[in-house]
């Protein structure tokens, strides 16, 4: 593939070491029989191994001036698809109208750090037919996902992605893989979407409306950031104490809160 013009508006960082490659392959450990989706293939590290296991991969790429280069390499693979639009704006569940396979995606990618979060969600929004996502993001933000109560890292997207998905760290990958290199260190990451949620609050959109609020201003306590919405004997009611702050709470708790606004707003 010819050499590309990287951009900084789509946040593109591609790996140049073949070991990561591997160990990036051997943690995925796709199956012949399996239907992969890579989201940004860039100068496609991941899309050859892929191509030559998989029964069937489709790739998303926004920038126009892969487009060619990507077809002109792949495109005479019989399992190899092309959508060149924006993943963030996707219907994933077009890729599995008319197959006779099982109704299952698995996600792969090396996501641009300024779409990860909002792509993640996006792609949340599909989870009853994603089994599993591998994505290499900035170490920081899988710190945030797989962070512990309590933690400095702990916040809203902790919870957000905890609540939906059992969270992994994988391996750290440094900034010298890259091509240019990134000025931060990148990880590996594995998310599979929960079948049936460890906590289940009864409105998921009033959950997501709690953990917004209650992380809005990390150094208040719960009893501030809720003030409108729930009183302080409603929070104890929940055998919670509002004068903690809510990095200090677990996803069970968070669900507890959430059902009891639901159930303040009927």
Same mark, same amino acid.
């Given at each position: 593939m010819k050499q590309h013009k990287h951009k900084k508006r789509f946040g593109q960082n591609f790996l140049n070491n073949q070991q990561i490659i591997d160990q990036i392959i051997v943690s995925i450990r796709p199956q012949s029989t399996q239907h992969l989706v890579e989201i940004g293939p860039g100068q496609a590290a991941l899309t050859r191994p892929l191509l030559n296991i998989v029964n069937k991969l489709d790739i998303i790429e926004i920038d126009n001036d892969l487009i060619t280069p990507l077809m002109t390499k792949f495109g005479k693979y019989p399992n190899f698809n092309l959508h060149h639009t924006d993943a963030l704006g996707f219907d994933y569940s077009n890729l599995l109208v008319g197959t006779k396979q099982e109704k299952i995606l698995r996600v792969v990618g090396n996501l641009p750090y300024n779409i990860a979060s909002p792509l993640m969600f996006h792609l949340l929004s599909f989870a009853e037919i994603i089994q599993d996502m591998h994505f290499m993001l900035q170490k920081e933000v899988v710190d945030r996902i797989t962070a512990n109560p309590g933690s400095k890292t702990y916040g809203r997207l902790s919870v957000m992605m905890q609540y939906s998905c059992a969270t992994e760290f994988l391996f750290n990958v440094n900034s010298e893989n890259f091509t240019p290199p990134p000025k931060v260190t990148s990880a590996i990451i594995r998310l599979i979407p929960y079948k049936i949620k460890p906590f289940k609050a009864q409105c998921e959109q009033t959950f997501a409306k709690l953990v917004k609020l209650s992380f809005s201003q990390k150094r208040?306590?719960?009893?501030?950031?809720?003030?409108?919405?729930?009183?302080?004997?409603?929070?104890?009611?929940?055998?919670?104490?509002?004068?903690?702050?809510?990095? =200090? $709470?677990?996803?069970?708790? !968070?669900? =507890? $809160?959430?059902?009891?606004? !639901?159930?303040?707003?009927?």
């Open positions: 208040k306590t719960l009893r501030n950031n809720l003030k409108e919405y729930l009183l302080v004997k409603q929070i104890e009611s929940c055998n919670i104490d509002p004068s903690i702050r809510a990095e =200090k $709470l677990g996803l069970e708790e !968070f669900v =507890k $809160l959430a059902d009891k606004l !639901f159930e303040v707003k009927q």
